[in-house]
């Protein structure tokens, strides 16, 4: 699985090799589903995505539409910097 962290404006994944990063910010959650493409050409993916339970007890059984730019696919795990943002649906 790759770990990807978006930038606060939801919208640039970064590769990371370390899952547990000690930022206090950062939140991991699991694309459970790809919702479609965005943007004026296409380049950004909208997905869902749900809180895992060992990094933020307290979203646990929450989920998110987020924008992502780059490859992605069901099952990633993204570092989410920002959690309160949702992005608009397509």
Do not use: H, W, Y
């Amino acid at each position: 699985q790759v770990v990807r962290s978006l930038r606060p404006s939801g919208t640039l994944p970064i590769q990371s090799s370390c899952c547990s990063m000690d930022a206090g910010g950062v939140k991991l959650a699991k694309v459970d589903k790809i919702l479609g493409r965005t943007g004026s050409r296409g380049g950004v993916i909208q997905v869902r995505v749900a809180f895992m339970t060992e990094s933020a007890p307290e979203l646990a059984g929450r989920s998110l539409i987020r924008n992502v730019k780059g490859p992605v696919r069901e099952g990633d795990i993204l570092a989410l910097l920002e959690t309160e943002r949702e992005a608009r649906r397509l």
